[in-house]
């Protein structure tokens, strides 16, 4: 699989990045604020959904569906103020799912907060001069069995 690149510059681009987030995940020490470079980057196991309903692999040879996930970074600019809950940069432990990233703009437009909703009522919160995301692969994809569920609420 060749690597996925994408940068967001506005809300609809914003949609069709956190698809590509959905289900990612990742461990405290992975989230690193340069607050003097005003960048956010988060090193993430990005779970491949644009292959999971193909199925192909080994695993599809044998029967059984295997799905993909890759590492990669999101790297976040312009970012002026972080706030998380229920992150605690000493839990080395904690595994957090990424749900989605979404865009809530101030009265200008263009500043506002990016969210990034986690499972289990968790988030981060960054104040932004504007949406400047991009999303980049780095490494090898490797196969897994598991794909994610989410239940009906």
């Given at each position: 699989?060749s690597?996925?690149?994408m940068?967001?510059?506005d809300?609809?681009d914003?949609?069709?990045?956190?698809?590509h987030?959905?289900?990612?995940?990742?461990?405290?020490?992975d989230?690193?604020?340069?607050?003097?470079?005003?960048?956010?980057?988060?090193?993430?196991n990005?779970?491949?959904w644009?292959?999971?309903?193909k199925?192909?692999?080994?695993?599809?040879?044998?029967?059984?569906?295997?799905?993909?996930?890759?590492?990669?970074?999101?790297?976040?600019?312009?970012?002026?103020?972080?706030?998380?809950?229920?992150?605690?940069?000493?839990?080395?432990?904690?595994?957090?799912?990424?749900?989605?990233i979404?865009?809530?703009?101030?009265?200008?437009?263009?500043?506002?907060?990016?969210e990034l909703?986690?499972?289990?009522?968790?988030?981060?919160?960054?104040n932004?001069d504007?949406?400047?995301?991009?999303?980049?692969?780095?490494?090898a994809?490797?196969?897994?069995?598991?794909?994610?569920?989410?239940?009906?609420?």
């Open positions: 699989m690597a996925l690149k940068m967001a510059m809300e609809e914003l949609t069709v990045l956190s698809a987030c959905q289900d990612a995940v990742f461990k405290a020490a989230v690193t604020w340069l607050a003097a470079e005003k960048r956010f980057l988060i090193s993430i990005r779970f491949v644009e292959k999971a309903q199925g192909g692999g080994l695993m599809g040879l044998l029967g059984r569906k295997s799905f993909e996930r890759h590492k990669a970074v999101l790297h976040f600019e312009q970012v002026t103020q972080v706030k998380t809950k229920g992150l605690n940069p000493s839990d080395a432990d904690t595994v957090f799912s990424l749900l989605s979404e865009f809530f703009p101030e009265e200008d437009g263009v500043s506002g907060q990016l909703m986690l499972a289990d009522d968790h988030s981060i919160r960054l932004v504007c949406i400047e995301v991009r999303l980049a692969d780095f490494d994809a490797w196969e897994t069995t598991n794909k994610p569920k989410h239940p009906l609420s």
